[in-house]
C-alpha cells in the first residue's frame, strides 16, 4: 500500500481539523486502516482504524466522543473535534491486514505524517 496523509496544521484548542489519507497501490478489501500519531519525546500510539472489510471501527479511549473516522472508496479520513493541546503529534495512516491500534508492530505500511499542533 501506498497511503498519503494531509490535512493537518495549526488549530486554537476547542477547534476542528480533517486529516486525509489516500490509498494506493493494492484493493482494499482485506485492509483494515488506521491513524497512529507520535508526540516529540514519546511513543508513536494508535488513534483509530476502520476496517475494510465491514466497516468497523475503534478509538483509543483519548480520542472517543471527540475523533471519528470513516472511509471514501480510497480516501481515509479522520475528523477532529474539540481538539486538545495534548493531541499535538505528528498523525500517521497505515495499513494493515491482522493488526489492531494496540498491535503497532503488525501495522506494515505507513505514510509520511502531517503534523498537527494545537495552541493558543
Known amino acids: 500500500l501506498q497511503l498519503v496523509e494531509s490535512g493537518g496544521g495549526l488549530v486554537q484548542p476547542g477547534g476542528s481539523l480533517r486529516l486525509s489519507c489516500a490509498v494506493s497501490?493494492?484493493?482494499?478489501?482485506?485492509?483494515?486502516i488506521g491513524w497512529f500519531r507520535q508526540a516529540p519525546g514519546k511513543e508513536r500510539e494508535g488513534v483509530s482504524s476502520i476496517s475494510s472489510s465491514d466497516g468497523s471501527t475503534d478509538y483509543a479511549d483519548s480520542v472517543k466522543g471527540r475523533f471519528t473516522i470513516s472511509r471514501d472508496e480510497n480516501t481515509v479520513y479522520l475528523q477532529m473535534n474539540s481538539l486538545k493541546p495534548e493531541d499535538t503529534a505528528i498523525y500517521y495512516c497505515?495499513?494493515?491486514?491482522?493488526?489492531?491500534?494496540?498491535?503497532?508492530?503488525?501495522?506494515?505500511?505507513w505514510g509520511q505524517g502531517t503534523q498537527v499542533t494545537v495552541s493558543s
Open positions: 497505515a495499513g494493515t491486514l491482522f493488526g489492531t491500534i494496540a498491535t503497532i508492530e503488525w501495522w506494515d505500511d
Open positions: 497501490g493494492r484493493t482494499l478489501d482485506y485492509y483494515a
